[in-house]
């Protein structure tokens, strides 16, 4: 029998060439989608045929309910080895095995330096009154050499961050709530003792924190007010670890000199959000982790979690196993 396979938000329409699929054989036929499904009726019509699905990270939410409706699948694979949009014990009481792949690192540290560098240079606008005939030198760049870099986390990506802060001559500062002056001192950074202490001080502040109870919100309106009024803010981690409507009315109100997320709540950002039109703001699509390597790795490592899994020997599982 022929399973059916299913990649989705495949947006720029590359899965299938990022990965070797003929070696699963005829007995998996593969196919990529490219729409986002915002409801969870076209998900099921879409693929609800299918055995095996591949999620993009979290673009696609995988709920109770949603599980509940895909009697058939038996195996899912998501990029990364978290995704806190998959609900794991749903899958496993469904039958449905989940499997992540490898992510690497590297790519969201270099993305979060796009950010502070578009924001401290202001590179949209003048590349675009550049190339639209506007005002030869408009803006005045805020200097990275010299100014203080403070980091919300000192994990992988955070500590790639701290040391293309420091060739770049500026001081590290760096909290989290179990931040040792260990951990600190082996990444050659200033270990701030409170996330006040921290947003008071940094010219340039940076969010590297994993999305849970503790952190959801933790960036406010008072967190905000607390920031000089020259200061950026970017967030490369997770939308929520920043409330997005204070955002707004710190952008607004001149709170903070400027600010860059590649992440949001609600993805893709509906045409009507108010980050869309928020002064001094930098936005992207979520683009941190979307490389060219980085999409080889998933992609070869979605075929054999694949081919482990139909060989009875399944890899990378995530969360409790079917029962």
């Known amino acids: 029998m022929t399973l059916h396979c299913a990649v989705l938000d495949d947006y720029q329409d590359v899965a299938l060439s990022m990965a070797d699929w003929s070696a699963l054989g005829s007995d998996v036929e593969v196919t990529s989608l490219q729409s986002h499904f915002t409801h969870e009726d076209e998900v099921v019509e879409a693929v609800g045929d299918c055995e095996i699905l591949v999620a993009m990270r979290e673009r696609t939410p995988f709920t109770a309910s949603l599980f509940a409706r895909l009697p058939r699948l038996q195996l899912l694979i998501t990029s990364g080895m978290r995704n806190a949009s998959i609900d794991l014990e749903a899958a496993a009481r469904h039958g449905v095995t989940v499997c992540g792949t490898s992510s690497s690192s590297e790519p969201p540290a270099e ?13 949209v606008q003048e590349g675009s009154a550049f190339r639209d005939d506007g005002p030869w030198q408009s803006t005045v760049g805020a200097d990275l050499h010299g100014s203080r870099l403070a980091l919300l986390g000192l994990g992988r990506i955070g500590a790639k961050v701290a040391r293309v802060g420091q060739a770049f001559g500026m001081e590290v500062m760096a909290w989290s709530r179990h931040l040792t002056d260990e951990r600190a001192a082996e990444v050659g950074v200033v ?15 940076s969010v590297h924190l994993q999305l849970g109870d503790r952190t959801r919100g933790l960036i406010g309106a008072k967190e905000l007010e607390r920031m000089r009024r020259t200061a950026y803010l970017v967030n490369t981690s997770r939308a929520a670890i920043v409330d997005q409507a204070a955002l707004v009315r710190a952008l607004h109100d001149g709170w903070i000199a400027g600010a ?19 002064p001094n703001f930098l936005g992207l699509p979520h683009l941190g982790y979307v490389t060219r390597r980085n999409y080889e790795g998933y992609f070869r490592q979605a075929v054999e979690d694949i081919a482990a899994y139909l060989a009875g020997r399944p890899v990378r599982t995530l969360g409790p196993s079917p029962g």
Request: aromatic share 6%; charged share 25%.
């Open 111 to 123: 993305l979060t330096w796009a950010l502070i560098l578009g924001l401290a240079r202001h590179v």
């Open 260 to 278: 860059g997320a590649d992440v949001f709540e609600t993805e893709p950002l509906p045409e009507d959000d108010p980050l869309r039109s928020a």
């Open 191 to 205: 270990r701030a003792h409170s996330l006040g202490e921290l947003l008071e001080a940094g010219d340039f502040v």
